[in-house]
């Protein structure tokens, strides 16, 4: 107990001591670029941004941590960032090195207590994934089943903070020089999203809610919690046998329509009936059954929405669909825009077209193609200018980060796919019987359900 004990000790000092210099390193790059910044906006000299950039993502690839992931996060919604920062982000991966073996028996028995190892058949010293937060084991428990353990990290909760505030600190400078986009909306999503994934009871109960309301899809399957050995840092649930999706690139057109077909459901079926969305559709959060059924993963990040906003969402669609601009200034407005000008309007058309074009079309179709691997990055940077052009100050509705979020995520899915689709007849059979009282009543139901698990 005594040896125990002088371990964690010299642990959380390391941990505390590599922190501090972790968040010097990156405030340093944070402030040379306000200081340049400065310099470019009173003296009119010009900075690399490209070369700052990469310097930042250097100091940011070498650390775990929430800013990592609000990173990658970032780097997915249009100008956020300028464009040299998003781009560099967007090479941020979720895989860190994971933790020893040391700190995870320390954590399972603070979990569990000093048997915890006495409840599993096998638990694999080794880590099958690691990530910003936490960390995930492969183990078999007594009757035999095969189950994943996520065990988040120590001291998540300090390092959201801190994070939290170098990401407002990044904003703030942001708006300095470019103030086309008001960022508080965003960094208050990314902060409650943040707070919530460090909350396993919470994501527990979410797991249980997408079971649930995807208990009819033949294509898409979601694992069980196992509540006796999760808490609210450790997670375990049933293991989902499958093969990363990047395998099937040279598939054969058929099964890649598949797949493609099923991550769609997988997504938009809660969306559009339950108004509810799985807002990380990364890489690592979904793998491909042997029958191309789809395995989703990893609850942290669901954002729940109120049924206007989902009907906004299908009256943008139809307002493009039908050159309608009154209605598509009432979408606008649900989503939770707010007096917009006429060519503020016009101008997140472009987007919004962007984002409903292959829905457009009556026919089989890919998606799109991009030049430079993120997707939407040449038309954000078109919308980008041009509320520059006629004004911005557009505050960007908290709503709209994760909707959006998602969007470009399986974009870039079914590009890498290729996948030939109607899917113009794919969303409208989807949304043919929308109804926004039905909505509800089915939203409440199920979360009601989950509450009563």
């Known amino acids: 107990m005594v040896k125990d004990t002088k371990e964690n000790k010299t642990a959380n000092k390391g941990k505390l001591t590599q922190r501090v210099k972790r968040y010097g390193q990156v405030s340093t790059a944070m402030a040379g670029l306000a200081t340049k910044l400065a310099g470019e906006k009173v003296f009119g000299a010009k900075i690399d941004r490209e070369k700052h950039a990469a310097d930042l993502l250097m100091r940011l690839g070498q650390l775990k941590g929430p800013l990592m992931k609000v990173g990658q996060i970032l780097a997915t919604i249009p100008e956020a960032l300028p464009t040299e920062y998003a781009e560099a982000f967007q090479q941020l991966q979720s895989n860190a090195p994971p933790m020893g073996w040391s700190f995870v028996r320390r954590r399972m028995r603070a979990e569990l207590g000093a048997d915890w190892e006495s409840r599993f058949q096998s638990f694999s010293h080794e880590a099958a994934a690691a990530a910003s937060l936490g960390q995930v084991h492969r183990a078999t428990l007594k009757d035999g089943r095969e189950v994943a353990c996520k065990l988040q990290y120590p001291d998540m909760v300090s390092a959201i903070s801190a994070d939290l505030a170098q990401l407002k600190m990044m904003f703030s400078l ?166 917009l000008n006429k060519d503020q309007i016009e101008t997140l058309l472009i987007w919004a077209r962007f984002l409903y074009d292959p829905l457009l079309d009556d026919k089989k179709r890919v998606i799109g193609q991009t030049n430079q691997g993120v997707y939407g990055r040449e038309t954000a940077k078109k919308v980008h200018d041009r509320l520059k052009q006629v004004g911005g100050g557009i505050i960007v509705p908290r709503e709209f980060v994760f909707m959006d979020r998602a969007a470009l995520g399986l974009g870039s899915v079914f590009i890498h796919l290729q996948a030939e689709i109607n899917w113009h007849r794919l969303f409208e059979d989807m949304i043919s019987d929308f109804d926004l009282q039905q909505l509800k009543e089915r939203q409440k139901k199920a979360l009601s359900f989950v509450a009563e698990t």
């Open 174 to 339: 942001y708006e300095s020089f470019d103030s086309s986009i008001v960022t508080k909306n965003i960094h208050d999503e990314l902060k409650d999203r943040l707070y919530e994934e460090l909350d396993y009871g919470l994501e527990a109960k979410r797991t249980s809610l997408y079971e649930e309301i995807l208990r009819n899809e033949p294509g898409v399957s979601v694992p069980s919690v196992v509540p006796d050995l999760s808490t609210p840092r450790l997670l375990t649930s049933t293991w989902m046998n499958g093969q990363k999706i990047m395998l099937f690139k040279d598939a054969k057109v058929t099964d890649r329509n598949t797949i493609a077909m099923n991550m769609f459901r997988a997504w938009y079926v809660p969306l559009y009936f339950y108004g509810i969305i799985h807002g990380d559709p990364h890489m690592g959060n979904y793998s491909v059954r042997k029958d191309l059924g789809i395995n989703l993963l990893d609850f942290g990040c669901v954002r729940i929405f109120q049924g206007e906003f989902v009907e906004g969402v299908i009256n943008l669609y139809r307002a493009i669909r039908d050159d309608d601009g009154k209605l598509a200034v009432h979408a606008f407005e649900t989503w939770g825009f707010k007096n």
